[in-house]
């Protein structure tokens, strides 16, 4: 089973990694969806920082909604 505190660095990842590169190759049309990406790995980097469990859950659920 594998915790929120394993699965939420793993998304973020993900979306690093896989997700914002993607975006990139369309161009300048998905510099919208960018901002919202990257004020979701924000949000998620700060509840992890402060420990925020409740806030941790929200954040990884947004990014899991970030497909290609």
């Known amino acids: ?17 896989v997700v914002i590169p993607a975006y990139r190759e369309i161009g300048s049309a ?5 901002v919202f990406i990257r ?12 420990g925020d469990l409740s806030a ?3 954040a990884y659920k947004a990014l899991q909604q970030y497909k290609l």
Not at 30 to 34: K, M, P, T, V, Y
Not at 39 to 50: F, I, N, S, T
């Open 56 to 58: 941790m859950l929200t």
């Open 30 to 34: 998905a510099s919208f969806a960018l």
């Open 1 to 17: 089973m594998e915790t929120l505190g394993d699965a939420l660095p793993e998304e973020m990842a993900r979306i690093r990694d």
């Open 39 to 50: 004020r979701d790995l924000d949000l998620a980097a700060k509840a992890m920082v402060e």
